[in-house]
């Protein structure tokens, strides 16, 4: 059963002018250039969260068209979404979904990771029972410590898959902790150990087209992690892995834009305490928007008294605590207009806030910044600017 209908249905289009534009051209020239940084690497297009919060189909569909080999989601659900979309494309999945999801797994064709035996023996007898034999990529823990069958349980692990008679391995993967960190000497001792599970595969007479170990840091600054594929995913949105390898440095643009309009602008006196908990205070006499954004919108609450909005082209400072819905923003002299447009991220004017400084101030990384964009924004393609200048 479902509802009636919901917020951003497309039947009733959105009324409150706060929205994500997602910039498809973008996102093509950044897998562009990720594909020349890769070195002749086949591309896997990560497209799980919501394609990070801009929108899987969209992105998945785009990523395809430019030229990306594979998919790749972290939940069955999300491949499902993307089929159902009629992409065909080949989807990779980052981790062993409950048993139970097997069939729909497959049935979403779906290639399976294994790093379990349990895994593997139910995959294998449910291949058998549907007379198909399944492509899996195996996943070894070569130093994430997340998933990934460990260095000591390999060579059983290896002897166990090959009993699996409808099972075909068709790669062997791993995942790196600290690529975007590139002083970090942990991501040649993982490629090292990487090697060793390879080596030792090799010699027990495992067979395999292609291996992958790298994501977006790696593919732009991790040579020997780029391998056979790469795993890109927040690189792809045009948005920085770290602080040290970032969108800027390797000419990426920022997929997702958002933005919304003045809803209500007045002229307060020196001193006038604003928003709950009155943490802010007018400091002279000035101008305060009110912009129809919040913490249920995707704003950090940690954005309060810290961070800034574009209005008029310039930075303007978020003034008091960000609420559930709107938040204020301190104009000083500048004179904002109800529906003038307000840019939460992207440029206006001489201005730019990006996800690196949602990042900070939000002492989080930008792959939060943009999964937590919620479900009540709608997403839209890019539109013509609406501001002043
Ligand atoms: C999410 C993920 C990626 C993509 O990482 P980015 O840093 O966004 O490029 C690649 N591989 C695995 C296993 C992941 O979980």
């Known amino acids: ?12 289009p959105p009324l409150r002018p706060t929205r994500a534009e997602v910039d498809l051209d973008a996102l093509t020239r950044n897998l562009g250039r990720l594909r020349d940084a890769a070195d002749g690497a086949m591309v896997c297009a990560v497209v799980k969260a919501d394609g990070y919060g801009h929108g899987a189909v969209r992105c998945a569909r785009a990523a395809v068209a430019a030229g990306a080999e594979w998919l790749a989601v972290a939940l069955v659900e999300e491949a499902e979404v993307l089929r159902a979309a009629g992409i065909d494309a080949p989807i ?4 062993e979904p409950p048993l139970h999801a097997i069939p729909r797994m497959l049935d979403a064709r779906v290639t399976p990771s294994v790093h379990t035996a349990a895994f593997g023996r139910a995959l294998d007898a449910a291949a058998r029972d549907r007379g198909e034999r399944v492509t899996v990529h195996l996943n070894v823990d070569s130093g994430m410590g997340r998933v990934g069958v460990p260095e000591d349980g390999w ?27 590139p002083a970090a000497p942990t991501t040649e001792q993982q ?13 027990a007479g495992l067979t395999w087209d292609f291996v992958h170990a790298g994501n977006s840091a790696s593919a732009l600054v991790q ?14 949105y045009g948005l920085s892995p770290s602080t040290e390898v970032t969108a800027d440095a390797h000419d990426l643009e920022p997929v997702m834009r958002l933005v919304t309009e003045v809803a209500y602008a ?7 305490p604003v928003s709950y908990g009155h943490t802010w205070c007018a400091p002279v006499d000035g101008w305060l928007a009110t912009v129809p954004v919040g913490y249920a919108d995707g704003v950090p609450r940690l954005l309060s008294n810290r961070g800034a909005f574009l209005i008029g082209g310039e930075r303007r400072p978020i003034a008091g605590t960000v609420t559930m819905d709107q938040t204020m923003v ?7 207009r109800i529906g ?40 839209t393609g890019r539109r013509a600017s609406t501001g002043r200048d």
């Open 155 to 181: 060579e059983a692990f290896v002897t166990e898959v090959a009993a699996w008679e409808h099972v075909r391995v068709e790669a062997i993967w791993t995942h790196m902790a600290r690529a975007d960190e």
């Open 191 to 203: 490629q090292d150990g990487f090697d060793r599970f390879l080596a030792l595969a090799g010699r």
């Open 1 to 12: 059963m479902t509802d009636a209908h919901r917020v951003n249905d497309p039947d009733r």
């Open 340 to 379: 003038d447009e307000v840019v939460l991220l992207g440029t206006q004017g001489s201005g730019r806030v990006t996800a690196d400084d949602w990042a900070a101030w939000a002492e989080t990384i930008t792959y939060e910044v943009t999964c937590g964009i919620s479900a009540r924004v709608p997403r």
């Open 223 to 236: 040579p020997r992690a780029r391998r056979d594929l790469v795993r890109v995913g927040i690189a792809m």
């Open 330 to 336: 301190w104009c000083g002299d500048h004179e904002p």
């Open 92 to 95: 990779a999945i980052f981790s």
């Open 266 to 272: 007045k002229r307060i006196a020196a001193g006038t």
